[in-house]
């Protein structure tokens, strides 16, 4: 029997159909743009006719989605979609179905990580059977955590991306009064997503604006108002993990996963990450101890996704 595993961000969707019985040979894999479809079932339609997958023959599928998952439908935060399970079965006549928010596939794919799939940002102490935490910045701001119990992981979802934004410096207490005459109020979301680093370039340059991956190659050719945003974002990035280090004290690590820190490496290296990170003054200890590692597998969350879906059709077999 096959199963599907998606992982669908705001910006791309990436699908897999998987054997039960080997979940780590992927039979088909394809990534789309999640905005070039008006809902979610011309995709998955679209995905099953590439495939060439029989729904017959589907024991399950299991779904990472960007938003709050609510029983048997979700609605999602940066895509104007709502995903019914009852709907999905009336369509395809697929029985076993499982929704599960996007970070907390993220949080269940690091388990299946190697070394070259991490490069460590903090080294800290690591408990691999402890309380892990997946935070990342893409198209919105995601955080799950996760705990292993008697050998079964189970992943939480949280909506912390939403979180107010709190500065720590006078520069970042001017951007908050920047951002709270544009939106009212801001949270983490509003900076650390691209959306977010298109804001800090507009706020450095005064009122220019170019998408996120033109901030960060002006800012590699060394843009004074380019580095600025940068600095700005990994800084206010750092803070914000460190605030989940106090937050969730995971000895089992955090993960930073999302669309952009593996493609800003250099900057999520960087004394303005790391120092941002550890300034917790009382607390600095606990953060320092704190494992941190940017995952550079962009497959995560579809890795977490199948994890899933193997263990649904399991459950279905029983």
Request: aromatic share 8%; net charge negative; with cysteine.
């Amino acid at each position: 029997m096959n199963i599907i595993a998606a992982d669908i961000g705001g910006t791309q969707a990436w699908f897999v159909v998987a054997d039960t019985g080997r979940p780590g040979q992927v039979l088909f894999e394809a990534k789309y743009n999640s905005r070039d479809f008006p809902a979610f079932e011309p995709l998955l339609r679209t995905f099953l006719e590439e495939s060439g997958c029989d729904n017959r023959e589907l024991a399950a599928i299991s779904l990472a989605l960007p938003g709050v998952v609510n029983g048997d439908k979700a609605t999602l935060t940066n895509l104007p979609w709502t995903i019914s399970k009852n709907v999905l079965r009336d369509d395809f006549g697929i029985e076993q179905i499982h929704f599960m928010n996007d970070f907390q596939a993220s949080a269940l794919g690091t388990l299946y990580l190697e070394a070259p799939d991490l490069v460590v940002l903090n080294a800290g102490v690591h408990n691999n059977d402890a309380t892990r935490v997946a935070v990342g910045a893409g198209t919105g701001l995601g955080v799950s955590w996760l705990l292993s119990q008697e050998g079964v992981a189970r992943a939480w979802s949280t909506e912390g991306g939403h979180i107010d934004f709190a500065p720590v410096t006078d520069e970042q207490v001017g951007l908050l009064n920047y951002l709270i005459a544009r939106h009212g109020h801001v949270s983490y979301e509003r900076l650390l997503s691209g959306e977010g680093l298109v804001t800090l370039y507009q706020y450095c340059s005064g009122g220019d604006r170019v998408d996120a991956a033109r901030v960060h190659s002006e800012a590699e050719a060394g843009n004074e108002a380019a580095c600025r945003a940068m600095s700005l974002f990994v800084s206010i990035y750092g803070a914000f993990v460190g605030n989940m280090a106090l937050l969730f004290k995971p000895e089992g690590g955090i993960y930073i996963t999302g669309g952009i820190g593996a493609k800003i490496i250099s900057w999520m290296k960087s004394d303005d990450f790391i120092s941002a990170y550890c300034n917790k003054g009382r607390m600095r200890a606990l953060a320092e101890k704190t494992s941190v590692y940017l995952v550079t597998n962009e497959r995560v969350g579809v890795i977490g996704a199948t994890a899933e879906a193997v263990k649904q059709a399991g459950s279905k077999q029983q």
